[in-house]
């Protein structure tokens, strides 16, 4: 079993940042995807970016300009920094993780990781 283990969520100022990382809780062969979601209350939950293993990138326009995806290969971590932030951001941010192998002969899984809080107030 694999958990994707997210960190970096808190308590900011509008017009502040943060950086968001999600990492799995052991050695992975590889990871087709990475992305994150999140999920404001009261509202379905919502793509934010993701990114694949060649690098492509896919942004909500809500956050185009913003934020940016990055991934490390090499670790199978993910990272979400978010600049300017508003009170519309405030939400549980999740990642997730498509076609994760943990060897080469395994089949894909999705992965989603337990949520992180973003609060974004003054």
């Known amino acids: 079993q694999v958990q994707l283990v997210e960190s970096g969520g808190g308590l900011v100022q509008p017009g502040g940042s943060l950086r968001l990382s999600c990492a799995p809780s052991r050695s992975i062969f590889s990871i087709s995807a990475m992305g994150w979601y999140r999920q404001a209350p009261g509202k379905q939950r919502e793509l934010v970016a993701d990114?694949?293993?060649?690098?492509?990138?896919n942004y909500a326009d809500s956050v185009k300009g913003r934020f940016t995806i990055s991934r490390d290969n090499a670790k199978n971590t993910v990272y979400l920094q978010m600049s300017s932030l508003t009170p519309e951001d405030t939400a549980v941010y999740y990642c997730?993780?498509?076609?994760?192998?943990?060897?080469?002969?395994?089949?894909?899984?999705?992965?989603w990781g337990k949520g992180t809080l973003v609060t974004v107030s003054s």
């Open positions: 990114i694949t293993s060649g690098g492509r990138v």
């Open positions: 997730n993780a498509q076609g994760v192998r943990v060897a080469p002969w395994s089949s894909g899984m999705d992965y």
